[in-house]
C-alpha cells in the first residue's frame, strides 16, 4: 500500500512569490490535514479537508490556502512569500475516522 | 497558549534502559491520545495511541500512561535501543470533525551504546 506522496520534496524561493504544495493521500483516504514544522513553534496545524471541503482551519494567514480534488489529493498554496514561511510542511491522510493520521516526508520550503 | 506541554525537551538514555516522556493537556474535550516517532528526513510515524477510557496501553516495548484526573500522559520505552534514536511528539484530539491533531513540542531521544 503506497503512503502518503509529497511533491516537490524541497523547494527553494524568493520572497514576495508563490508557491504551491502537492499531497497524494493513501488511497481511499479522504482526509487530508496540511501541518507546518519549524524548529521554533513546532508542529503547527494549518487545515485539513475533507471530500473537497475544508473543515477545519488553523490560526495561519490568508496567505495560506489550500484545496482538495475529487481523486482526493490535495495542494496547499501560499502567495507572498515570506522569510517566516521556511519550514518543513507536511500532509497527513486518514480515512475520516478517529484511526489516526499517516504522514508524508513533508516538502522543505526555504524562502530566501 | 500551549495546549499540550510536552517534557523533557532532550533526553539520554543508555541501552537496555527505559525512557520517559511525559505531556500534560489542558482542553477536557481531548479523547485521542496519540505519540508520533520522527527520524531526521521523514514526517512523523504514528507509534502508539490511547483513549481516555483505559489507564494504559502496551503495544511491545512501548506503553502509555494515563491519567485523566491529572490530565498527564506519558510514553515509555522499555528496553531502549541506539534505533529508538528521534524525536517523540505528543498529540491531542477532539472528538468530532472540528478535531485537528494538536501537537507538544517534542523530545529528542539518544539511547547511548
Known amino acids: 500500500k503506497a503512503g502518503v506522496t509529497q511533491t516537490p520534496r524541497y523547494l527553494i524561493k524568493t520572497r514576495g512569490q508563490q508557491v504551491t504544495l502537492s499531497c497524494s493521500p493513501i488511497?481511499?483516504?479522504?482526509?487530508v490535514s496540511w501541518y507546518q514544522q519549524t524548529p521554533g513553534q513546532g508542529l503547527q496545524f494549518l487545515f485539513e479537508?475533507?471530500?473537497?471541503?475544508?473543515?477545519n482551519k488553523g490560526n495561519f494567514p490568508g496567505r495560506f490556502s489550500g484545496r482538495q480534488f475529487s481523486n482526493s489529493r490535495s495542494e496547499m498554496n501560499v502567495s507572498t512569500l515570506e522569510l517566516g514561511d521556511s519550514a518543513l510542511y507536511l500532509c497527513?491522510?486518514?480515512?475520516?475516522?478517529?484511526?489516526?493520521?499517516?504522514f508524508g516526508s513533508g516538502t522543505r520550503l526555504t524562502v530566501v | 497558549q500551549q495546549q499540550v506541554k510536552q517534557s523533557p525537551q532532550s533526553l539520554i538514555v543508555q541501552k537496555g534502559g527505559i525512557s520517559i516522556i511525559n505531556c500534560a493537556y489542558e482542553?477536557?474535550?481531548?479523547?485521542?491520545f496519540p505519540w508520533y516517532q520522527q527520524f531526521p528526513g521523514k514526517g512523523p510515524a504514528l507509534l502508539i495511541a490511547?483513549?481516555?477510557?483505559?489507564s494504559e496501553k502496551k503495544e511491545g516495548r512501548f506503553t502509555i500512561s494515563f491519567n485523566k484526573s491529572a490530565k498527564q500522559f506519558s510514553l515509555h520505552i522499555m528496553d531502549s535501543q541506539p534505533g529508538d534514536s528521534a524525536t517523540y511528539f505528543c498529540?491531542?484530539?477532539?472528538?468530532?470533525?472540528?478535531?485537528?491533531?494538536?501537537f507538544g513540542k517534542g523530545t529528542k531521544l539518544s539511547v547511548k551504546p
Open positions: 488511497s481511499g483516504h479522504r482526509s
Open positions: 490511547i483513549r481516555p477510557d483505559v
Open positions: 497527513a491522510s486518514s480515512s475520516g475516522g478517529r484511526d489516526g493520521y499517516t
Open positions: 482542553n477536557t474535550a481531548f479523547d485521542y
Open positions: 498529540a491531542a484530539q477532539r472528538g468530532g470533525s472540528q478535531g485537528n491533531l494538536i
Open positions: 479537508y475533507f471530500s473537497e471541503t475544508q473543515r
